[in-house]
């Protein structure tokens, strides 16, 4: 289920139309708990949040004239993602245990693309953008999107 990532990115640019840099990023999300319970007829369960430390590539291919107040773009990146997951409860008539997935415990690679847009004003400026993310775990992939938003300070 979808949650909330708090980032830190720093890019520089390459040309006038590309920046280039890398992020360190922390995602949270929670239990899916009506698709686990899908696949466990007579039980509920909650808790489970699970969070992603990610450094990663980031690579903006950005559109349209460089004095123009906005521009939209084009993210594409890699990266390295480890995860901490918080164990889920697991209720079953009257008895109640901790439930652990441990498929998406440990460290992954991935890569994640997206489109956003970039509004630029003297010294700082507003980005939003939507990313696909995409984990290798090892048994089913992980596979989420975030919509993210942030202010960008120009040092230049």
């Known amino acids: 289920e979808p949650g909330f990532t708090l980032g830190a990115s720093f890019r520089k640019a390459m040309t006038a139309n590309y920046l280039g840099g890398i992020e360190f990023g922390y995602t949270w999300l929670t239990l899916d708990s009506a698709k686990l319970a899908e696949s466990n007829p007579g039980s509920s369960f909650s808790g489970g949040d699970m969070g992603l430390l990610s450094i990663t590539t980031e690579n903006d291919y950005l559109f349209g004239a460089s004095s123009k107040p906005m521009r939209p773009f084009l993210n594409v990146g890699i990266g390295y993602y480890k995860s901490f997951i918080d164990d889920a409860i697991e209720t079953t008539?009257?008895?109640?245990?901790?439930?652990?997935?441990?498929?998406?415990?440990?460290?992954?690679?991935?890569?994640?693309?997206?489109?956003?847009?970039?509004?630029?004003?003297?010294?700082?400026?507003?980005?939003?953008?939507?990313?696909y993310q995409h984990l290798f775990a090892g048994g089913p992939d992980l596979e989420f999107f975030t919509a993210r938003g942030g202010f960008v300070f120009y040092l230049d």
């Open 93 to 131: 008539g009257s008895t109640t245990a901790s439930y652990s997935t441990g498929v998406y415990e440990g460290s992954f690679f991935g890569f994640h693309a997206g489109i956003g847009a970039l509004i630029s004003r003297d010294r700082f400026g507003l980005r939003l953008d939507v990313n």
